[in-house]
């Protein structure tokens, strides 16, 4: 059955109007663009911001950050393969010369692992990560998602990484 308006054709003509108007006045930014200036600006006051701990925290609680399947996948085999050695921290609890890294080493070794997923990450992030917490003393091991199908050499990878190497 076809739906049938309650609205008079004047009142419709109202709505629109006033939703036009609405539309010109919350739209100003439409066909705007930032400036390079501008950009680098936000930038730099958004990289200084990110560097409060406060503020950090704040942001990973709002954003309702939790741990992702792939990564209560990684939780799981880290504490089966490795008791009491690792500890996720990939909700913001932690961070680490302003960077939120995934799992820490919980004995003092300062050892980090992030998983990063093919969708999100680019292999170009791993060597500006990784060079992040390097210059903070922590050496990090990069895991991608689709490492976790191959169990037998992602356990051995972590072994020969808490050893020593990478």
């Known amino acids: 059955m076809p739906r049938t308006s309650k609205h008079s054709q004047e009142t419709k003509d109202k709505i629109s109007a006033t939703m036009k108007l609405r539309r010109k006045e919350n739209d100003w930014w439409v066909g705007r663009k930032h400036t390079r200036a501008s950009k680098k600006k936000m930038s ?27 990564e209560l996948e990684l939780t799981e ?10 500890q996720y921290t990939g909700d913001g609890r932690l961070l680490v010369a302003g960077t939120n890294p995934d799992f820490i080493n919980k004995n003092g070794k300062t050892k980090i692992i992030e998983l ?23 050496d990090c091991l990069v895991i991608w998602v689709k490492e976790l199908e191959d169990k037998e050499t992602l356990k ?10 990478r």
Do not use: C
């Open 44 to 70: 730099r006051t958004f990289l200084h911001a990110w560097k409060d701990e406060k503020y950090a925290r704040y942001m990973g609680l709002s954003q309702a950050i939790r741990p992702t399947k792939p």
């Open 77 to 86: 085999l880290l504490n089966e393969w490795f008791p009491g050695e690792w």
């Open 116 to 138: 990063f997923g093919e969708y999100y990450h680019e292999n170009d992030e791993v060597d500006k990560r990784s060079k992040r917490f390097n210059d903070a003393g922590f």
């Open 156 to 165: 051995e990878g972590i072994s020969n990484y808490m050893k020593g190497g």
